[in-house]
T-cell receptor, first 113, second 114 residues
Framework: KNQVEQSPQSLIILEGKNCTLQ??????????LRWYKQDTGRGPVSLTIMTFSENTKSNGRYTATLDADTKQSSLHITASQLSDSASYICVVSARNYGQNFVFGPGTRLSVLP | DAGVTQSPTHLIKTRGQQVTLRCSPK?????VSWYQQALGQGPQFIFQYYEEEERQRGNFPDRFSGHQFPNYSSELNVNALLLGDSALYLC?????????????FGPGTRLTVL
């Protein structure tokens, strides 16, 4: 069964600190993995997308890693800001016909001053 | 490019009523997917439209129906609204890109059923 798990479920950090969010998946055949940031009540916004051959991809203070062998991904946030407070959702795309996006439950990040 | 747009942004209905939500995909995208997101939960897949046909459907009752138009825009219809239908409804469009399909989300429509 195609599944995406994320940890931790929630995280509280102080402004300026770094943090790492985890994503494990069992989606097959794998196509790509995307991290989204979702502010409360808003639509998810893409942060990074990674294909099978990519190990690391950065977008400003966000750095995503992918280990296709262990089927794990991480999202590292550097020098956190208050505006980073949001839910971070890992979505894995499968290479097959039809609905092929499997969503993780998300990690709720709160950055405190 | 305006990206994915949805209308209305907010909607209040009463139980038993019917509602129609609208979505315009990102330019160049041909596939539209609809999701329901309850407060504090991840998005739940409702269905996906491609070439004006429902291509795949999640675990939602027949009260949820949709349509895709020749310009790729889409509607989500919900009949006989229940209190539990209150949620953020997200539309996402996707199109073929190198490396696989990308999916972009709209801002969502917040539906409240009283």
């Amino acid at each position: 069964k195609n599944q995406v798990e994320q940890s931790p479920q929630s995280l509280i950090i102080l402004e300026g600190k770094n943090c790492t969010l985890q994503c494990n998946y069992t989606v097959s055949p794998f196509s790509n993995l995307r991290w989204y940031k979702q502010d409360t009540g808003r639509g998810p916004v893409s942060l990074t997308i990674m294909t099978f051959s990519e190990n690391t991809k950065s977008n400003g203070r966000y750095t995503a890693t992918l280990d296709a062998d262990t089927k794990q991904s991480s999202l590292h946030i550097t020098a956190s800001q208050l505006s980073d407070s949001a839910s971070y959702i890992c979505v894995v795309s499968a290479r097959n016909y039809g609905q092929n996006f499997v969503f993780g439950p998300g990690t709720r990040l709160s950055v405190l001053p | 490019d305006a990206g994915v747009t949805q209308s209305p942004t907010h909607l209040i209905k009463t139980r038993g009523q019917q509602v129609t939500l609208r979505c315009s995909p990102k330019s160049g995208h041909d596939t539209v997917s609809w999701y329901q997101q309850a407060l504090g939960q991840g998005p739940q897949f409702i269905f996906q439209y491609y070439e004006e046909e429902e291509r795949q459907r999640g675990n939602f009752p027949d009260r949820f129906s949709g349509h895709q138009f020749p310009n790729y825009s889409s509607e989500l219809n919900v009949n006989a609204l229940l209190l539990g239908d209150s949620a953020l409804y997200l539309c996402a469009s996707s199109g073929k890109q190198r490396g696989g399909r990308e999916q972009f989300f709209g801002p969502g429509t917040r539906l409240t059923v009283l």
